[in-house]
């Protein structure tokens, strides 16, 4: 016996409603009943159609969805890696400037030691100027 595997067949909408119209316009024995068995048929088939469209829309807006996700997340990956390299930049600019005003700190404290022992000497040797005018008694 010979057996074959059966043949599946994808139609487009106009092909749906040629096929039909083919059957719906060969049935003129039918009664009012048979028309309409064969208009819930034509609307099962054309909303099956449209519902397939209506998946392939889908499919697409999804996959345009994705690709704009996709290009999205690339220039916010750019972004950041340019924001860290910034605040890397930023960063060592502030160390520097932060070690930099400890030493002018640490010089500053050094100045004012000088400074205060200038002062002291100055005034020691005022006070022996002082009593250096002064007669002995």
Do not use: W
């Amino acid at each position: 016996m010979f057996t074959q595997e059966p043949v599946h067949y994808q139609f487009t909408a106009d092909e749906v409603n040629d096929l039909l119209s083919l059957v719906t316009s060969g049935s003129t024995s039918g009664s009012d009943m048979s028309r309409s068995v064969y208009t819930s048929e034509e609307r099962r088939v054309r909303r099956m159609v449209s519902n397939r469209e209506s998946a392939r829309r889908s499919r697409q807006r999804k996959k345009r969805h994705l690709e704009n996700l996709s290009k999205q997340m690339d220039r916010l990956r750019l972004e950041n890696r340019e924001l860290k390299n910034r605040v890397g930049f930023f960063a060592y600019g502030l160390h520097a400037v932060e070690c930099e005003n400890e030493r002018l700190r640490f010089e500053s404290l050094d100045l004012q030691i000088k400074l205060s022992t200038l002062h002291q000497t100055l005034v020691t040797m005022a006070q022996l100027q002082n009593d250096d005018s002064l007669p002995f008694n």
